[in-house]
């Protein structure tokens, strides 16, 4: 039973369109997280949400927007694609804030051509 | 801000030498420390932690000791494996680091037979 899971694994689209990623996880945890690797393999957090409630919004364009329906899900939708958006995007979640430990879905790499 | 530094690689090794991979921090207050090991293709996942100073983490035949005087964690195993071959990433969080996980740029460990 995955803990963290991702959709799509996969997503190839063109410049200008809108699309969405989705995440859930089921281990109960109460604070879910956005984060972006790059080529390099570099992450740097995106968003993260506490019981459905926005506590980090780092400096991302606000082409990005997360929704968190509920404290089990988190999802991201990007509108207006840029050739830049290209990355693997990983969705995380933590049983709390100060994040004793983060359980990671599998990404869902994005290319933008 | 807080940042977490480590070695860049690669790091190409034969089977069953011994692996060290540096990692040092700076950070306001007394973060907690994590070692997260990425497989090809694959998300994150947790290898050891430590969350406070002199702690030492351990799984997997490899250790972590948290250095306060020196803000280090490095990654040591004594003997490695082909399956070992992943890129590793040092990270920290806590209150005072905003309740995120702040990652350093990974590195990346080619175990060959």
């Known amino acids: 039973d995955t803990a963290v899971s991702q959709t799509p694994k996969y997503l190839v689209t063109q410049m200008g369109n809108d699309k969405s990623i989705k995440c859930e996880q089921n281990l109960g945890h109460d604070t879910m997280y956005w984060y972006k690797q790059d080529s390099k393999k570099f992450l740097k957090i995106m968003f993260s949400y506490n019981n459905k409630e926005l506590i980090i919004n780092e400096t991302v364009p606000n082409r990005f927007s997360p929704k968190s329906p509920d404290k089990a899900h988190l999802n991201l939708h990007i509108n207006s694609l840029e050739l830049g958006d290209s990355a693997v995007y990983f969705c995380?979640?933590?049983?709390?804030?100060?994040?004793?430990?983060?359980?990671f879905g599998q990404g869902t790499r994005l290319t933008v051509v | 801000g807080d940042s977490v530094t480590q070695m860049e690689g690669p790091v190409t090794l034969s089977e069953e030498a011994f692996l060290t991979i540096n990692c040092t921090y700076t950070a306001t207050g007394y973060p907690s420390l994590f070692w997260y090991v990425q497989y090809p293709g694959e998300g994150l996942q947790l290898l050891l932690k430590?969350?406070?100073?002199?702690d030492k983490g351990s799984n997997k035949g490899f250790e972590a000791t948290y250095r306060k005087e020196t803000t280090s964690f490095h990654l040591e195993k004594g003997s490695v494996q082909v399956s070992d071959s992943a890129v590793y990433f040092c990270a920290l969080s806590g209150k005072a680091a905003g309740n995120k996980l702040t990652f350093g740029g990974g590195t990346r460990v080619l175990v060959k037979p």
């Open positions: 430590a969350t406070k100073a002199d």
């Open positions: 995380a979640s933590s049983q709390q804030q100060g994040v004793t430990e983060a359980f």
